[in-house]
């Protein structure tokens, strides 16, 4: 797997690269700026980006920013964020074209070797990770109204899962149900929320992006 690497401390991003490698990882570019990581992103050679939100000159969104300019020419091209903080704009803005192959984690988690590796194989697949404590927050949210409102609590907590980028069997084994069980809840997900036929992994996306909405 080809990854494209930014993040402005350098500690941090020679200890992602050696964990990359480790893995069976190329790292194709390392970068430490927004106006290098716009360049990075424009690579044949990639199949993943790792990219910190904040990124000089402005250390504000240049990741971010650099992540979906270049999705808009490449969709679906798959890029995994890293924050310091859980910021719901930050993964609305990433799931908004519903095409998957997107991830946002705190920066925390990357110490977590095995959740990142698996975070990132799965954004590279095609699927959508959300953090846990941005999922928690979004169960917390005072006033949250809109189109989960229908769902019952077990299906809450499957569609929270799935925004973690949990599979069916993953899902079932932290809920202690059967993966047909789990199944249902999902399709009876997909029906409240009107979700049509299409991909699976799609499905999976639009359903999440209902959930960070509300």
């Keep these: 797997m080809r990854v494209v690497l930014a993040e402005d401390l350098f500690l941090l991003r020679d200890g992602l690269t050696r964990t990359l490698h480790d893995h069976g990882c190329q790292v194709v570019a390392s970068v430490d700026n927004g106006p290098e990581l716009a360049r990075a992103l424009t690579r044949t050679d990639l199949d993943v980006a790792v990219i910190d939100v904040r990124l000089p000159p402005t250390h504000t969104d240049e990741g971010l920013r650099a992540a979906l300019q ?5 969709p679906a091209l798959p890029v995994l964020i890293l924050s ?4 719901q704009l930050y ?3 990433l799931l908004a074209s519903g095409e998957g192959a997107v991830g946002y984690l705190l920066k925390d988690r990357v110490t977590h070797t095995a959740q990142f590796i698996d975070a990132l194989r799965t954004v590279a697949a095609g699927g959508t990770v959300m953090d846990p404590q941005v999922v928690a927050k979004l169960l917390t949210r005072s006033g949250r109204r809109g189109r ?4 019952t609590g077990r299906e809450h907590e499957v569609l929270a899962l799935m925004a973690e980028g949990r599979s069916n069997t993953a899902i079932a084994q932290s809920l202690h149900v059967s993966e047909s069980a789990v199944a249902k809840h999902i399709a009876s997900v997909f029906g409240k929320l009107r ?3 299409s991909p699976e992994d799609n499905r999976r996306v639009l359903a999440v992006l209902a959930y960070l909405k509300g």
Excluded: K
């Design 70 to 74: 270049a999705r808009g020419s490449r």
């Design 84 to 87: 310091h903080f859980v910021d």
């Design 91 to 93: 993964a609305h803005e």
């Design 148 to 151: 989960t409102d229908s769902l």
């Design 195 to 197: 979700i049509e036929q």
